[in-house]
Every structure is written in structure tokens, then in C-alpha cells.
């Protein structure tokens, strides 16, 4: 049965960044924890980060650079085409969703259920959401440009999200195309959603390699602030092949901070940083994020 949840949020923040991610602008987001209503008596609650994500239509005709500095024609939108390509971002924005838990520490009490002739109270969890905005009436925390590129001059070449290089503030209309590798190598992902991993950067995630230091990532990061990041595999630093986890095992390169579509604990950071801030200080120590349903909540 599907859980009804209190439109009117007991807490809201907003949460902003100082440092950049992945080369991207400083992370922005609102925050908001829902109750469920009475009829949801025994369900978790619910951490919904916000994102106003303002999609424009790319100006520059008859061509565009892309991350990488590569020259792609490109034509005007047309309305049928740009409608699909914000449907197709929605979707891949939705696979955030399903993915996260937070489960309540044993301090944390403040919504805590009592229950009448019931010596013990439900302390419940709380499922995250993610939901981005892609045509904000008001001001938005990122405008981000998409190319629509001239197919007719792209021959004899693969089409989809790794032809043209994107960025955080940049996307083109095969981004909403996944890159599947039929034959991928040994502890390399198959499938990988550019405008999902692009959502991360946006909600303040780094590559995998960066948050979970590994030690190919460190070392790319530390040749490139010396100025010798000359081969290709440790060249862009934290944007480097092995910071993407490549070529350091499927729970790395899979990640969807890396270079495939799956989920870990680490991407559930922005949401322990909405709670951190949601709850007077302190109080956030001994929340932990699990990538699979908890439950509810629990009696205490």
C-alpha cells in the first residue's frame, strides 16, 4: 500500500557548497522531511533533496565544443525532439529514487511515535528522494545548455551519451541515449546514464574514485596539480579515467559516480548532509545510510 506522507514538511534547509565537484559549479539544493499522515501510522519518514535544474536550449548554431574541446555541428531544437529529451531526463533523474534509507540512531527521538496502553514507541526510518525540477518558473540552482546535434554529420560513428563529452553545465541531445559496451572488458561496466551521473555532480557527489580514495585517482590527482598528468589514463585529475574507478574492479568502475549505473552508500552523502542540517547540531552523528529497505522503523 502505497504511504501518504504530510504535504506541509516538519523541517526545511537549504544546503550550498563552497568547493566544486567533479568540475562542476558549487552544489546547491532545498531539503525537506516529511511526516506520514495518520493513516501511515507505522511508516518510515521521508528526506526529499530538491533541485531546480533549469534545461535551455543551446544557442550556439552551427557548432559546439565539448568538454574535451571536440567541434560537433549542431541545428536548432526542434519541439517534438526537445519535449522527448525532457521526459527521457526525468527519467534518468528518477533513478536516484529507490536507492537510499537512512536509518535513525538511537538519539534521535523527536519523532518518535507513542502509542497508547503500548510501553514502547516507534522510532521510524527514513526512505531519501530525489526530485529535480527540469522547467522552474523561479530562479534555479543550475542552468545547464543542451546541444542538439547535427546527426547527418556524425557518420560512421556510434551514437549515444559518450559521443559528445558533457558536462555538469552542458548536456547534448544524445544524453538521454545510455552508452552500452556489448563486450565490455573484465571489471568494466556495461551501461552507463550520462544525465543520472551528471545528477550527481549537481547534488555535490564527486567521481568514486575521488570520495573513496583510490589510490590510481590519488595518484592521477597528484600528477596533475604537478603539471605531469601526460598520459591519458591519469590526465584531468579528479575527471581522470581511474578517478571514473576504471580499471579498479566493477564495484568501483560500476559505480554510478564512475562509469556504470550502480548505487553504494556514497551517493547517499547529500542526504546525510540535509540531515545534518535539518537537526540541531550534533545530532546527526550516528545516522547511517544503507543501500537496501530497512524497514519502517523500529520499537523502542
Known amino acids: ?6 504535504p506541509m514538511p516538519v523541517a526545511a534547509t537549504t544546503f550550498s557548497s563552497n568547493t566544486t565537484t567533479g568540475g562542476s559549479v558549487p552544489a546547491s539544493f532545498d531539503a525537506f522531511l516529511y511526516q506520514p499522515t495518520s493513516d501511515s501510522f507505522l511508516a518510515p519518514m521521508k528526506l526529499t533533496i530538491a533541485i531546480r535544474m533549469k534545461l535551455r536550449q543551446s544557442k550556439s548554431v552551427p557548432f559546439i565544443l565539448d568538454a574535451d574541446d571536440k567541434l560537433f555541428w549542431t541545428l536548432p531544437w526542434p519541439a517534438v525532439d526537445w519535449g522527448r529529451f525532457v521526459a527521457a531526463a526525468q527519467a534518468q533523474a528518477n ?10 540512531p538511537p538519539s534521535f527521538s523527536e519523532y518518535n511515535k507513542k502509542v497508547i496502553s503500548m ?6 526510518n527514513v526512505v531519501c528522494e530525489l526530485s529535480v525540477d527540469f522547467a522552474p518558473s523561479g530562479d534555479a540552482h543550475r542552468t545547464i545548455d543542451v546541444a542538439y546535434l547535427n546527426l547527418a554529420m556524425l557518420t560512421g560513428q556510434s551514437l549515444d551519451s559518450l559521443t559528445f ?12 541515449i545510455p552508452h552500452v559496451d556489448p563486450v565490455p572488458q573484465p571489471g568494466e561496466p556495461q551501461t552507463h546514464h550520462t544525465i543520472a551521473h551528471e545528477i550527481g555532480h549537481t ?16 595518484f592521477a590527482i597528484a600528477s596533475a596539480n604537478a603539471g605531469m598528468d601526460v ?17 579498479q574492479g566493477i564495484n568501483n568502475s560500476g559505480n554510478i559516480m564512475g562509469a556504470g549505473d550502480d548505487f553504494s552508500v556514497e551517493n547517499a ?25 530497512p524497514g519502517a522503523g523500529t520499537w523502542t
Open 203 to 218: 547534488i555535490g557527489l564527486d567521481h568514486i574514485g575521488v570520495m573513496r580514495r583510490l589510490p590510481l585517482c590519488e
Open 1 to 6: 500500500m502505497a504511504i501518504s506522507y504530510n
Open 231 to 247: 598520459y591519458w589514463k591519469i590526465k584531468g585529475g579528479t575527471n581522470s579515467h581511474f578517478c571514473y574507478g576504471s580499471e
Open 165 to 176: 563529452r558533457s558536462h555538469s553545465l552542458l548536456y547534448d541531445s544524445l544524453d538521454t
Open 269 to 293: 552523502t547529500p542526504w546525510l548532509w540535509a540531515m545534518g542540517m535539518l537537526r540541531p547540531a550534533g545530532e546527526i552523528m550516528g545516522w547511517r545510510a544503507v543501500t537496501s529497505d
Open 119 to 124: 510501553p514502547k514507541e516507534w522510532r521510524p
Open 95 to 104: 533513478m536516484w529514487n529507490g536507492q537510499f534509507w537512512l536509518v535513525s
